[in-house]
Nanobody, 120 residues
């Protein structure tokens, strides 16, 4: 069992930055891929970025940068130049069994989500 807890969301003005954190507990394993997804109202959940155990970014987030600190079992999402269209609930997820890194169905565990709101 893996538990994921996100933090760092909030309200920010357009052009601003936020850093999200995802603290993982439990047995993730060396093959674990961690991903950040987001879901806006009325839209499907979509991949933002993903990273493997060794820190290799296997899905790039454009303006957003994913990183991980294995010693702390924590994954980060640095979001810069935020736009109103980035407003969504952001979720951290863990993929233990492989599959497509950009597909939500590949992920086995999910956090509760953290709201990011970007005002214009």
């Amino acid at each position: 069992q893996v538990q994921l807890v996100e933090s760092g969301g909030g309200l920010v003005q357009a052009g601003g930055s936020l850093r999200l954190s995802c603290a993982a507990s439990g047995r993730t394993g060396s093959s674990c891929v961690m991903g950040w997804f987001r879901q806006a109202p009325g839209k499907e959940r979509e991949i933002v970025a993903a990273i493997n155990w060794s820190g290799g970014r296997i899905y790039y987030g454009g303006r957003f940068t994913i990183s991980r600190d294995n010693a702390k079992n924590t994954v980060y999402l640095q979001m810069n130049s935020l736009k109103p269209e980035d407003t969504a609930v952001y979720y951290c997820a863990a993929n233990l069994g492989g599959g497509l890194a950009y597909a939500p169905s590949s992920y086995d565990y999910w956090g509760q989500g953290t709201q990011v709101t970007v005002s214009s």
